[in-house]
């Protein structure tokens, strides 16, 4: 069974950063894909950024510039650093994790003010 815990979501202004992060445990392969996507109200979910066990990486055009993702493989722990946050950023942003099949975390609000 995998478990994955997110935090680092929150209240921020526009123009603002969060970072969140997103720790795996459990039975997880060493080759895996972990990542981030959001859902906003009204909409569907949407991938925001993936990457690899080996740092290949895939963006949302939107994000593009603004967002980076990265992890630490020792620590089966994925981040998003996100920048120049704007209202439209606002969502509850969940961490996957794709290895035999794909999981989800609990999800965690970010909030942008403008």
């Known amino acids: 069974q995998v478990q994955l815990v997110e935090s680092g979501g929150g209240l921020v202004q526009a123009g603002g950063s969060l970072r969140l992060s997103c720790a795996a445990s459990g039975s997880i392969f060493s080759s895996n894909l972990m990542g981030w996507y959001r859902q906003a109200p009204g909409k569907q979910r949407e991938l925001v950024a993936v990457?690899?066990?080996?740092?290949?990486?895939n963006y949302a055009d939107s994000v593009k510039g603004r967002f980076t993702i990265s992890r630490d493989n020792a620590k089966n722990t994925v981040y998003l650093q996100m920048n120049s946050l704007g209202p439209e950023d606002t969502a509850v942003y969940y961490c996957n994790l794709v290895t035999h099949r794909a999981y989800w975390g609990q999800g965690t609000q970010v909030t942008v003010s403008s």
């Open positions: 990457i690899t066990s080996r740092g290949i990486t």
